[in-house]
């Protein structure tokens, strides 16, 4: 298990990275299958989920097998893995926004004084505060003024100004892998082996201000549509002997991409 420093050849991993050795083939066929499968009713109420909100979605279904057996009995080998994951769930979360008052510049709730900074000398001295701390309409930067009527409602109070706004929306994860290898032992003195990997991955999250305003994703991680693909070649070759000289090579290419929508402010 490698936790930090990662080496070129380890990608994909956050917080660690775990080096396991895949199977080879034997001269016996040999074959595995899994299905696991998850819902929400197997799922306790999220703690915070409003009262009036139902339970949300939640569908996985991960399913894959192996394989493996003789090319050539005692001397050429194969061995397969496949594994796919489907994930549909109603991602949620909670988060503070804006009051109404405060996004027609009234914020007067606030006992911080709010002062004009068109006031005053440059080093801050003499300025003055708005008053009532409200800030006139007129003020208001005009890409601000764009982007204010995108914030959606407060709907978890609409006098409280943190911790006032239930965001739900979708999240899906498509992922699939395989693993092939083929073993080769030329002779009691000379064995070799190859492997091609693939993982494969698209997927979606909703994000807390929807299509308009964006912002982070409701069930964490990058926002929008996304996809990647990780491959992995490796042949190696051991001679047996004094010395035993061995070789290895690896080759990954590692493939990734976010879609984010840019916030019109025309």
């Given at each position: 298990m490698v936790t930090n420093s990662f080496n070129a050849d380890q990608g994909l991993a956050g917080g660690s990275a775990i080096n396991v050795q895949i199977k080879s083939g034997t001269n016996q066929i040999h074959g595995s299958a899994f299905w696991y499968h998850d819902d929400n009713?197997?799922?306790?109420?999220?703690?915070?989920?409003?009262?009036?909100?139902a339970k949300p979605k939640l569908i996985q279904n991960q399913a894959g097998g192996t394989?493996?057996?003789?090319?050539?009995?005692?001397?050429?080998f194969y061995f397969v893995s496949y594994e796919t994951?489907?994930?549909?769930?109603?991602?949620?979360?909670i988060a503070s926004i804006p009051t109404v008052a405060m996004r027609q510049g009234d914020l007067?709730?606030?006992?911080?004084?709010?002062?004009?900074?068109?006031?005053?000398?440059?080093?801050?001295?003499?300025r003055m505060p708005f008053a009532g701390n409200r800030i006139p309409q007129s003020r208001f930067d005009p890409a601000a003024a764009k982007i204010v009527p995108l914030?959606?409602?407060?709907?978890?109070?609409?006098?409280?100004?943190q911790n006032n706004y239930y965001a739900s929306g979708p999240f899906s994860l498509d992922r699939q892998t395989f693993d092939t290898k083929v073993n080769w032992n030329a002779s009691n003195k000379f064995n070799m082996y190859g492997r091609y990997s693939m993982l494969d991955f698209t997927t979606f999250q909703a994000q807390y201000f929807g299509d308009a305003l964006g912002?982070?994703?409701?069930?964490?991680?990058?926002?929008?549509?996304g996809y990647g693909k990780v491959y992995n070649a490796t042949p190696r070759g051991h001679l047996c002997g004094g010395?035993?000289?061995?070789?290895?090579?690896?080759?990954r290419r590692y493939l990734d991409n976010d879609e984010r929508e840019p916030i019109p402010v025309e």
């Amino acid at each position: 298990m490698v936790t930090n420093s990662f080496n070129a050849d380890q990608g994909l991993a956050g917080g660690s990275a775990i080096n396991v050795q895949i199977k080879s083939g034997t001269n016996q066929i040999h074959g595995s299958a899994f299905w696991y499968h998850d819902d929400n009713n197997t799922k306790a109420r999220p703690f915070f989920l409003p009262a009036a909100s139902a339970k949300p979605k939640l569908i996985q279904n991960q399913a894959g097998g192996t394989f493996g057996g003789p090319l050539r009995k005692d001397k050429l080998f194969y061995f397969v893995s496949y594994e796919t994951n489907r994930d549909r769930e109603a991602g949620q979360g909670i988060a503070s926004i804006p009051t109404v008052a405060m996004r027609q510049g009234d914020l007067s709730a606030s006992p911080t004084p709010l002062y004009d900074p068109f006031t005053g000398a440059a080093d801050g001295s003499g300025r003055m505060p708005f008053a009532g701390n409200r800030i006139p309409q007129s003020r208001f930067d005009p890409a601000a003024a764009k982007i204010v009527p995108l914030w959606p409602s407060p709907n978890l109070g609409t006098a409280k100004d943190q911790n006032n706004y239930y965001a739900s929306g979708p999240f899906s994860l498509d992922r699939q892998t395989f693993d092939t290898k083929v073993n080769w032992n030329a002779s009691n003195k000379f064995n070799m082996y190859g492997r091609y990997s693939m993982l494969d991955f698209t997927t979606f999250q909703a994000q807390y201000f929807g299509d308009a305003l964006g912002g982070p994703a409701v069930n964490g991680g990058t926002p929008g549509n996304g996809y990647g693909k990780v491959y992995n070649a490796t042949p190696r070759g051991h001679l047996c002997g004094g010395t035993k000289p061995d070789f290895r090579r690896l080759f990954r290419r590692y493939l990734d991409n976010d879609e984010r929508e840019p916030i019109p402010v025309e």
